[in-house]
């Protein structure tokens, strides 16, 4: 039985932070660790000290993650940033409650002696002879130390205590991964037992040494199981320090989701449920699945549920079936055609969900050319007088202060130079959008004329697509382009303005302009003119749209989101040559256009090159980052790769993205007194590196013999630069990551994840179904005690009309009881093999 783990994450807002810069104020960002790696940085906002980032994510996690963290830093163009302070969750924390965390936060002052990290393998052995007990501690070596000197290493040495005694191992210099190999043995003194006590600490030569971590045993453990294997290292014991506030809080959203996944047998049956109820009458059913999951899901959870179902009827090639038995339901429930799927229903949430999942390719097509232009010129716009910078303008033009018309009308020649593309790019995309969802909307189309055929209820059916197509996918990928993988960071505060001005436009057009010179943004109406004359455009695309043959393509692609050589990561990387012999090592980095693919990741000196080298996926072993000490560069990764020989190979790529003025900046390490943060303003380059290796971790899932550890340093001059070992074929000294990822449009469907969170879904609801549903065996069940019990709600109902929902609640309900024995069985077997010890293993 396999077991999957992830973190919903979302950094909403931050409130009172302290000011760091000669302003008053500061420029926030956050970091998120995941243990010792970082998994994200949010954007900077500037100039704030209630920041609101509303930045998301879902993170794919090993099962035994010991904590999660937010740092909170302010960004400096000159010098390092200032570290305001964290927010340490601990796993316990997190899974206390099903619901997750959602709240205010007070942030706390970082402590270098709590900051510890990595693991120390120990074998410990409790020796008896004529002298009395001894105790004999083998320490053998230590991995993924925190980086206490300012060189990006640590001189680390282990200190051993056991009652009053104490001993020391060498210390080995300039190295996160020391091997002792040192036996160090303590003679009992008398007393009371006393618990072993293992010290990790970086020598300094001048002033005092810096605190690495620390295990402790005590003496039950070690007279009756000494041990003996890799353990945490933990900080000193000490009480939680709170800042009372002084420090500013974050708000944030975090749920963990763990579960243990049966076979795929075990769900058969319920999988075969869901298939079915899709197949009837949508408008009367009561007590199907899918039905009951709609009565139960609200608020967020909604949006889980639609992304599960969503992609759990994709791979079984039953998403169109899915999404007509949805939006049947809610048109039939709608009397006003104006509020027909405004509300975040279970089928607005899944048609939503099912754009992002299989149109998210056709999106970027249609849109990234404009974005792109919209980032990279920063013209200045506004139409709203209210919000008009006429200095800022003045400072542009060089020509004195304009006046607000002048301002305006400049504005709107920009805001139509952009708008005129996106639009031409839309009408013009019939032939690009993908087929499941033009099958998808022809259904909508259909299922929405046939219930308001009226003639003043013309342009229902039209709204119905474009509420969906334009004010749930477009616009707000333009409003938001990061969120769907259209730009690598946030926009700033200009370019963010004219995102969201363009995004209004497109909202205006997909709701065909029947709010145009409505509301309180009557300054919008310059517009009006090109927003009217795009408006029958579109509807003649919309028309275009829905014109496909069903027998095309039955129920939208099966098995695969993403087919095998879609490429769904590109962009430039820097790749070291395989062996530099004399060059220094900036320079032994070459500039390099790179695609990835379910089967590729290839290469040439720019998009353009017809000559390309690629590397098969699935020759992938490991992909993991590499410490910046080991070729003195920041946001370096490396991808492991076996040949047919079985030789294993290392290509380093570094992250290094197109820069603004303040150039590349590098991870923050722990700080210390000694070793101030490191900036890390480079968001482009962080976000960068954590998305390559998510992007190369997913691709290469599947493969066989990944490795278990590997070397996050580099060989060279005879030696590997983070352990020290002067063996090429030495081995790993750093665990690998493969189980952390970042969850995005890409991921490849999991049926039986998918239907164990359904599974879990209906489990709360059961005892609603049952009293809804069952009989009750103290009342008379005959059918004509039913008929008289339900007539006030179903007056002129047949029996046999109630007897259908009463069956089906009965089947799903002994398909519940059925995975619920199923699992107790795995769970009973998981116990009887941890009580066996290592030797169940």
Sequence with gaps: MAKS????????????????????????????????EVVARTATVWRSLSPFWGEEYTIHLPLDFHHLAFYVLDEDTVGHDDIIGKISLSREAIAADPRGIDSWINLSRVDPDAEVQGEICLDVQMLEDARGRCLRCHVLQARDLAPRDITGTSDPFARVFWGSQSLETSTIKKTRFPHWDEVLELREMPGAPAPLRVELWDWDMVGKNDFLGMVEFPPQVLQQNAPSGWFRLLPFP?????????????????RLLEDRILPSRYYQPLTELLMESVLGPAEEDAASPLAVLEELTLGDCRQDLATKLVKLFLGQGQAGPLLDYLTRREVTRTTDPNTLFRSNSLASKAMEQF????????????????INRVFEEKKYMELDPCKMDLGRTRRISFKGAPSEEHVRDASLGLLTGYLGPIVEAIVGSVGRCPLAMRLAFKQLHQCVEEHFPQAEHEDVKYLAISGFLFLRFFAPAILTPKLFDLRDQHADPQTSRSLLLLAKAVQSIGNLGQQLGQGKELWMA?????????????????DQLVDVDEEEEAGGPA??????????????????????????????????????????????????????????????????????????????MQVVTQDAAGALHTTYLQCKVRHGKDGAESIPSVPTPDRPPAPLGSLQNVNELNQWLSALRKASAPNPDKLAACHPGAFRSSRWTCCLQAERSAAGCSRTHSAVTLGDWSDPLDPDAEIQMVYRRLLLGRDQLRMKFQEDPNTDSSPEADAEKSSGATEGACPDALARPREAAARLLEVLADLDRAHEEFQQREQQKAALGPLGH
Excluded at 609 to 630: F, K, L, Y
């Design 526 to 542: 310059p517009l009006h003119p090109f927003l009217l004359q795009s408006i029958s455009r579109v509807r003649h695309f919309l």
């Design 559 to 636: 098995r695969a989101l993403v087919a095998p050589s879609v490429i769904v990561r590109e962009g430039y990387l820097l790749k070291r040559k395989e062996e530099p012999a004399s060059l220094a090592t900036r320079f032994a980095f070459k500039k390099r256009y790179f695609w990835l693919s379910g089967e590729t990741l290839s290469y040439s000196k720019s998009p353009e090159w017809q000559m390309r080298s690629s590397v098969p996926v699935s020759h992938i072993r490991a992909v993991e980052r590499v410490d910046e000490g080991a070729f003195q560069l920041p946001h370096v």
């Design 355 to 370: 754009m992002k999942l299989v149109g998210m390719p056709y999106l970027h097509e249609v849109l990234k050319p404009v």
């Design 5 to 36: 783990s992830s973190l919903n994450v979302r950094v909403v807002e931050g409130r009172a932070l302290p000011a760091k810069d000669v302003s008053g104020s500061s420029d926030p960002y956050c970091i998120v660790k995941v243990d010792d």
């Design 238 to 254: 000490r009480a939680e320090e709170d800042s009372g506030g002084t420090l500013g809080a974050l708000r944030l959203k975090v």
